[in-house]
Structures are given as C-alpha cells and as structure tokens.
C-alpha cells in the first residue's frame, strides 16, 4: 500500500517550547494544532545543538524548523521526495 505524501508544514504551523534551569535545558517544537512532539533536544543535547550549528540561541524556533524540515526530509521514504 503506497503511502500519502505528507504536506510540508510551515513554521506558523509550529510552535517551540524553551525551558532553561541551571544545568537542564529543553527545546521542542512542536505542531501547534495538536501539539505532537516534531523534534526535540534536552539537557546536554541542547549545547551540542547550538555548538554544531543546529540550534540558534537568537532564533531558536526558526533554526528548529529547519533542522527538523531537513530530518523530515531525510526520513521520508523515497517515493515522496519528489
């Protein structure tokens, strides 16, 4: 059975969820319909994210979003990437 292509979301369609205390940390984004998890990092991973490029403190959402867009991308079976 062939899957149905999936629409792109756009960033409107997201939302993001930062929460920083001391030694934790906790970005996700987030659909803001139904608010299923896209992608997330915790704690130590939020650092690395933000060090290899990933993640951008000024602009947190927007660099979620692209970061989860290209791993979307990637996971998609071949058949629906154009």
Excluded: Q
């Excluded at 139904?34 to 951008?56: K, P, S």
């Amino acid at each position: 059975m062939r899957r149905k292509p999936t629409r792109k979301l756009a960033l409107e369609e997201t939302e993001l969820i930062t929460w920083f205390e001391r030694d934790r940390a906790h970005v996700c984004l987030s659909r803001a319909r139904n608010n299923a998890t896209i992608v997330e990092w915790r704690d130590e991973a939020v650092g690395e994210a933000i060090e290899d490029g990933y993640l951008n403190p000024r602009s947190y959402h927007t660099s979620a979003f692209e970061c989860a867009d290209g791993i979307v991308w990637h996971m998609r079976p071949t058949e629906e990437r154009g």
